[in-house]
């Protein structure tokens, strides 16, 4: 090769770098979230002693949620004493209104102040939420302005076969068919084996997946994938949460049982900072 040639290669190659260099270094950072999932927990007087003891310190806007059953939603919002704590809901329904007894309309979640809904959890799924209704919850949070947090995972049989991946690809693709913008698209890793069981995934078990599911979210949305939420569930404690948080692809948690308790909880938004 002359000489003439190798400075043109090098030339462009140095441009093509810059450039991708400057969109990289264009792109927000990742959010965290730390996410209390209460599940059919609480009551008034308990949400209110765990709102008095919470000790979170420092910028946490935007990075710590509480899901509690629905009727606590407008008691909870009231008691926070600034918007710094976002408030999500458990689940929601795909209409807009109508004849669904026992449902609850995105819409009237957006007018109390939720930023957030769980959709998918395995615990709604096993009573008949099925991949189309997942779908179409998504659909329905992300038309209403609220950020979908989007649970996966395999069961403990799954795993032994070998059927992880596969499992956590296709729930992956199924909730975000048709769903043109991910940019407020949030995907929780929660393996069924794990949830309430003490048995959380080691770290570096929870990242293979976690990368999973971002090389899943970059080959059909692109480079947006770089900034999607991937949370870890399942077993999440004040005693693991700092060895989960220091994986690459581990962007926070959401935790049930541990997120009962205000300094438990507390401790973990810390181990996210
Ligand atoms: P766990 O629940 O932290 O009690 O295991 C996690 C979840 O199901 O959201």
Same mark, same amino acid.
């Given at each position: 090769?002359?000489?003439?040639v190798k400075s043109y290669i090098s030339t462009i190659v140095r441009e093509v770098i810059q450039s991708e260099l400057e969109n990289i270094t264009h792109l927000p950072t990742r959010r965290k979230l730390v996410v209390a999932n209460w599940k059919m927990n609480m009551n008034v007087a308990s949400?209110?002693?765990?709102?008095?003891?919470?000790?979170?310190?420092?910028?946490t806007s935007g990075?710590?949620? @509480?899901?509690?059953?629905?009727?606590?939603?407008?008691?909870?919002? =009231?008691?926070?004493?600034? +918007?710094?704590?976002?408030?999500g809901a458990q689940n929601v329904h795909w209409e807009d209104s109508g004849a669904?007894?026992?449902?609850?309309s995105a819409n009237l979640l957006k007018e109390l102040d939720c930023k957030y809904v769980l959709i998918g959890h395995s615990e709604v799924r096993e009573a008949g939420e099925t991949d189309g209704m997942v779908n179409q919850k998504v659909k329905q949070s992300v038309a209403t302005?609220?950020?979908? @947090?989007?649970?996966?995972?395999?069961?403990?049989?799954?795993?032994e076969q070998g059927k992880t991946n596969e499992m956590?690809?296709?729930?992956?693709?199924?909730?975000?068919?048709?769903?043109?913008? @991910?940019?407020?698209?949030?995907?929780?890793?929660?393996?069924?084996? =794990?949830?309430?069981?003490?048995?959380?995934?080691?770290?570096?078990? =929870?990242?293979?997946?976690?990368?999973?599911i971002r090389e899943t979210l970059h080959h059909s949305f692109g480079e947006i994938a770089e900034q999607v939420p991937i949370l870890y569930g399942g077993s999440v404690n004040q005693k693991n949460?700092? +060895?989960? +948080?220091?994986?690459?692809?581990i962007d926070g948690a959401l935790v049930g049982g541990a997120s009962l308790d205000a300094e438990n909880f507390s401790t973990i938004v810390h181990a996210f900072e």
């Open positions: 090769m002359n000489h003439t949400a209110t002693s765990f709102v008095e003891r919470l000790s979170i310190t420092g910028d990075k710590v949620v @509480i899901c509690p059953p629905f009727p606590l939603i407008y008691p909870l919002r =009231a008691m926070l004493p600034d +918007s710094s704590i976002s408030i669904f007894t026992g449902q609850v302005g609220i950020d979908p @947090i989007i649970c996966v995972g395999e069961t403990h049989k799954q795993r956590v690809k296709g729930q992956i693709l199924k909730a975000l068919s048709k769903v043109d913008d @991910i940019s407020n698209v949030i995907i929780a890793y929660v393996p069924i084996w =794990a949830i309430g069981t003490g048995l959380s995934a080691e770290p570096e078990q =929870a990242q293979v997946v976690h990368h999973v949460a700092h +060895s989960l +948080s220091e994986m690459k692809d």
